[in-house]
């Protein structure tokens, strides 16, 4: 059995995940105590509670699923004593980042650090309410960038997350997002649903927050990392810190190819993917990519338990 480690993204967070670990395994408690130092403020506070309005700020979600699933991460190696050996590393947009710290690409610190900058500019690069994302469910994603290019002949709305085959995220300036909802709905969209989020995400408006992000690169340790990492952009492992850095700064301002990335793992030999950290949002995308496959979630303690005993037997 060859496997994957998938981290997700952004709109899995609630407050009060990762405190069964934090509460449970002095591994664990080390990572949010880490990452609250890298911060400079009590991010774990906010993590554990809320409130929910706070939590659901960019600049603080990014780095809390961050630092709760290496939190996961981290037990599974010093608690369980397991050294995973993932054909394949993956996250969901955020999730990337997560991958890169997972992989030893980046330090917790710096990952942190990192996406709490990137939170903080994506939250600043438009105004409120002029930016929107949604999702259009049960169109062919072909169609739904032909509606996209036909009711925003200027690229103001594009594809942002093809997450499935019935499953396409659009974004970007509000009132063309409206009007590719109701295009895409004369087209046949089962449902179009406006997504609750601060800013339109992967769209043309991010790419100067990924001109300031790249700067901030320059300022990071890197190293290659332990596992290929399958990238949002490219739908293809990257290894070298120069591919990496690259596709960083691409998947900012371009489409999140989970659906690619996903068939591209299947393809190169991953038959099960281990969804770590809060949520099961990923895993179920996966089922709906590429038939056959087995996931699993690792996004509490008895689902840890339950992920270090089939990892015990696989080595």
């Not at 394949?88 to 710290?101: C, D, I, K, N, R």
């Not at 990923?282 to 990892?311: D, I, M």
Request: proline content about 6%; charged content about 20%.
């Amino acid at each position: 059995m060859a496997y994957s480690l998938i981290f997700p993204g952004q709109g899995s967070q609630e407050a009060g995940m990762g405190k069964d670990f934090f509460d449970a395994f002095p591994s664990a408690r080390d990572v949010f105590l880490r990452a609250d130092q890298a911060l400079g403020f009590s991010l774990s506070s906010i993590i554990f509670n809320g409130p929910e309005e706070e939590l659901m700020r960019t600049a603080f979600t990014q780095p809390a699923i961050l630092t709760v699933s290496t939190a996961i991460l981290e037990c599974l190696k010093k608690e369980a004593g397991i050294i995973p050996a993932p054909l394949f590393m993956a996250g969901h947009s955020l999730g990337e980042y997560t991958a890169l710290v997972a992989s030893g690409v980046l330090s917790l610190e710096d990952g942190v650090r990192l996406v709490h900058l990137r939170g903080r500019l994506m939250q600043e690069a438009v105004p409120e309410g002029e930016g929107a994302m949604a999702a259009i469910l049960g169109l062919d994603p072909d169609l739904v960038s032909a509606v996209c290019s036909e009711a925003a002949p200027g690229g103001e709305c594009r594809p942002a997350n093809f997450n499935s085959p019935g499953q396409v995220v659009i974004s970007g300036s509000t009132p063309f997002v409206r009007a590719v909802m109701e295009k895409a709905k004369e087209a046949g969209a089962k449902k179009t649903v406006l997504l609750n989020v601060s800013a339109p995400f992967h769209s043309r408006q991010m790419r100067p927050v990924a001109d300031s992000l790249r700067e901030a690169f320059g300022s990071l340790e890197w190293h290659e990392p332990s596992a290929p990492i399958v990238s949002n952009a490219l739908a293809r492992p990257v290894r070298s810190v120069h591919e990496i850095q690259q596709a960083l700064f691409d998947q900012t301002f371009m489409p999140v190819l989970w659906n690619d990335s996903v068939n591209r793992m299947a393809d190169d030999g991953v038959d099960t993917f281990f969804e770590i950290g809060p949520g099961s949002v990923l895993s179920g995308l996966v089922k709906k990519c590429r038939k056959g496959v087995t996931t699993q979630t690792c996004g509490s303690v008895p689902e840890f338990e339950a992920l270090s005993n089939k990892l015990k037997e696989m080595v």
